[in-house]
């Protein structure tokens, strides 16, 4: 079990991770309480991984200093990694296996006795709605259910803190949405959740707060509601015009906003009242192809604080 106390189960101060003479994480400060579902956010290359493999205390920190559960990962690891559970990003399921066998061999990994190992094969099963594939080979099941499976693997040994890399990567809409009440079901259990996506509308629904990565450092911290009213505005409109228009028609309206952006496609304008905007758009004699309103996005908030290059 968590422990009882009020420390986090996760506290970092400074923390650093370097590979040679490249910095992967500068210097972090982070700390995940009991009961929370905690996120990394961030392009390719921000760190992310690097720090979700120190917490898992399979990765040496560099510098500064990190407490899993209280202790620390140079002389607990084995300790810690007793505790925690981990759902990596590519399945690692056995395909020679059937489904419940996967669950059952990897229990004993933890020396659980074989009635205990039996019993939380079937709760698993039942929790991540596999119960009637327990005898199926993994290489028959859906990219959906393989993930499900890894998710209840990586429950086996009642984990305090649960790591997930990238949980819904590569499912289709209704799976993803599956996967997204599996995991608030074990929040409500109380299971601590840390976890890394690209999605952004996964880390609003799953996340009471999050951090925002960029080259290794932190430089966005808080819940999603919070972010996003502190880095971008109520609504956005959306107006499209003509190709090679839309850099054109952005002077014209850059004082009806907080703050304009242009794209290939389109012109997004920052605002508190996207309707209103519009309407003054048109004042103006301007004639957009199409037009929208919507709410400001964690999105929006990633790709203000982190660009819109790609990054390899």
């Known amino acids: 079990m968590a422990d009882a106390s009020n420390d986090p189960l996760i506290q970092a101060e400074g923390l650093r991770k370097s590979f040679g003479s490249f910095e992967a994480v500068r210097g972090i400060d982070v700390q995940v309480r009991a009961g929370e579902s905690f996120g990394f956010l961030g392009p390719n290359g921000?760190?992310?991984?690097?720090?979700?493999?120190?917490i898992a205390a399979v990765s040496p920190i560099s510098g500064g200093?990190?407490?899993?559960?209280?202790?620390?990962?140079?002389?607990?690891?084995?300790?810690i990694r007793a505790r925690i559970g981990v759902c990596p990003q590519e399945d690692t399921l056995d395909t020679e296996l059937n489904v419940r066998d996967n669950l059952y061999i990897y229990g004993r990994y933890f020396g659980l006795p074989r009635a205990e190992v039996s019993k939380r094969c079937d709760e698993l099963l039942e929790f991540v709605q596999l119960t009637d594939k327990a005898k199926a080979k993994v290489e028959?099941?859906?990219?959906?259910?393989?993930?499900?499976?890894?998710?209840?693997?990586?429950?086996?040994?009642?984990?305090?803190?649960?790591?997930?890399?990238?949980?819904?990567?590569?499912?289709?809409?209704?799976?993803?949405?599956?996967?997204?009440?599996?995991?608030?079901?074990?929040?409500?259990?109380?299971?601590?959740?840390?976890l890394t996506t690209h999605y952004m509308d996964e880390a609003e629904q799953l996340c009471d707060r999050l951090v925002v990565m960029d080259q290794g450092v932190i430089v966005a911290e808080g819940a999603p509601h919070e972010l996003i009213r502190s880095y971008s505005t109520r609504e956005v409109a959306e107006l499209r015009f003509g190709?090679?228009?839309?850099?054109?028609?952005?002077?014209?309206?850059?004082?009806?906003?907080?703050?304009v952006e242009v794209l290939p496609d389109r012109l997004l304008l920052?605002?508190?009242?996207?309707?209103?905007?519009?309407?003054?758009?048109?004042?103006?004699?301007?004639?957009?192809?199409?037009?929208?309103?919507?709410?400001?996005?964690?999105?929006?908030?990633?790709?203000r604080l982190t660009g819109r290059t790609l990054v390899d």
Do not use: C
Not at 243 to 259: F, Q, S, T, Y
């Open 140 to 194: 028959m099941l859906s990219g959906g259910m393989k993930r499900r499976l890894t998710i209840a693997r990586s429950l086996i040994n009642r984990p305090d803190i649960l790591l997930l890399d990238e949980p819904t990567t590569g499912l289709d809409p209704q799976a993803r949405h599956v996967v997204w009440d599996r995991l608030f079901r074990l929040k409500q259990q109380g299971v601590t959740l840390v």
């Open 270 to 303: 920052y605002v508190d009242n996207g309707e209103e905007a519009i309407a003054k758009v048109h004042e103006r004699g301007l004639d957009p192809i199409m037009s929208l309103v919507r709410r400001s996005t964690l999105e929006d908030v990633f790709l």
């Open 46 to 54: 921000a760190g992310k991984s690097s720090t979700m493999r120190m």
């Open 65 to 79: 200093t990190l407490r899993i559960l209280g202790m620390d990962p140079a002389i607990d690891g084995p300790s």
């Open 243 to 259: 190709i090679g228009e839309n850099e054109h028609v952005a002077p014209k309206v850059e004082d009806l906003a907080d703050r």
